[in-house]
């Protein structure tokens, strides 16, 4: 898959995603998620801190250093991916809850980055991030928006055209994990195996921890799981583009992480959605 389709479907995905959950997402259930503000708290400081603290003591620990682990952090660092609430939707997880993390998320994002770029050692200039705004508008809040506007407007008939983008949405997310698998798998071989292992490691652990951290019902925990597993890939890429642009084959292999973990975060995240979606499907027929 060519980084220009990667890119085409993404911006499809998540402004698709966005239609989806602002058509299904009514006023009162973000209300409903504002008015338990620690569960809102816990779950945004286990984003912009836990995960990024996760990725290094696991890097540290699998022998990881100097780009190499730097590319690891900055990826745990850029949370409010916006395929969570889809992955969320798909296993039945509180979508108001998802929904208010990568929107809260992707704004802090721009205070947030900066500040773990300097912590890192790295340079890049606050420029690099004025892209990251306009997308933010344009692929996620606004189509939210367009969505919980459209909502109001169609009445009942909203649920239909939620459904078509939901299924749209699905189409997408098959075909960027199918593509991104066939077509960059090789990355396999030309990322070292310990760099490979705390990707693997940290978005697993992040989609476990979350839920505890999180706490709340099942719905929450599912929520708060899915969307820490997701990071914001665009924006690590962005910044990664910035930063590690020397000819020096560390700024290579920093690169092919960024990339890595994109690609492993989109199957590991996937494939416990799935798993979650049908946990809940047998618990309800088991109920009825």
């Known amino acids: 898959m060519s980084p220009a389709a990667r890119d085409a479907i993404v911006a499809a995905l998540v402004a698709t995603v966005m239609l989806s959950v602002g058509l299904g997402l009514e006023p009162r259930a973000l209300r409903a998620v504002l008015s338990r503000p620690a569960v809102l708290v816990r779950g945004l400081v286990f984003e912009h801190v836990g995960i990024p603290a996760l990725a290094w003591l696991l890097g540290s620990a699998l022998g990881l250093s100097g780009s190499a682990l730097a590319a690891l952090v900055l990826c745990a660092a850029t949370p409010g991916g916006p395929v969570g609430p889809a992955f969320t939707l798909q296993a039945g997880g509180n979508v108001a809850l998802a929904v208010t993390l990568v929107v809260v998320t992707a704004v802090t994002n721009v205070v947030a980055a ?67 698998t066939a077509t960059q798998w090789r990355l396999f071989g030309e990322v070292p195996l310990p ?7 940290c978005c697993v652990a992040a989609i476990v921890l979350a839920g505890v951290v999180v706490g709340g019902g099942r719905e929450d925990r599912i ?47 996937a494939a416990a959605s799935a ?11 088991s109920a009825a």
Not at 128 to 153: D, I, Y
Not at 242 to 268: N, Q, S
């Open 114 to 180: 900066p500040a773990v770029v300097r912590l890192l050692g790295l340079t890049a200039g606050v420029g690099v991030l004025w892209p990251l705004v306009q997308k933010l508008l344009c692929f996620q809040l606004a189509p939210l928006a367009s969505g919980m506007l459209a909502r109001r407007a169609l009445g009942s008939r909203a649920e239909r055209a939620r459904r078509a983008a939901e299924v749209v949405s699905k189409v997408l997310i098959g075909g960027l994990v199918v593509g991104m």
């Open 223 to 269: 929520a708060a799981g899915l969307t820490a597993g997701i990071r914001n890939l665009g924006l690590a890429l962005l910044v990664a583009t910035a930063v590690f642009v020397t000819d020096d084959p560390a700024d290579h292999v920093a690169m092919l992480i960024v990339m890595m973990y994109g690609l492993v975060m989109m199957v590991v995240t």
């Open 195 to 201: 760099a490979l292992a705390a990707i693997v490691a």
């Open 275 to 285: 798993l979650l979606g049908r946990r809940g499907t047998g618990a309800e027929r």
